[in-house]
């Protein structure tokens, strides 16, 4: 399986043993909204939060170097849905530089994915 697959899985599941492995120690990730820089500890905490839940996944291209994903993201804070797209930098086969861009969706996309 791939490193963004099990990523993904690995995420979702909050399986932070595994995400231990994925996740490069000097892992920096840049999201889409406020600015921040998190870090290894940031992402692990989300992990399997239910803060975010994603939907309708898709890797887009992956080698050994790179990797680019898409998925529509809900919110449990109640915000808009995005449509997400995700930029990975890889190190020694784990996940060093992620970066997030993002499309908030309609009102009535919300209503028919939810």
Partial sequence: MSILAN???AFQSGDTDLLNELIHDDCKFYPHVGGAVMTKSDIMGFAGSGAVR???HRI???N???GVDHSIAHF???STSEAVLVF???KDGQIIHVETGATPLSDDYMLVGQ
Avoid: I, Q
């Fill in 60 to 62: 887009l291209y992956e």
């Fill in 88 to 90: 990975y930098r890889f």
């Fill in 7 to 9: 990523y993904e899985t």
């Fill in 76 to 78: 449990a804070n109640g």
């Fill in 64 to 66: 050994d170097e790179v």
């Fill in 54 to 56: 994603t939907e309708s």
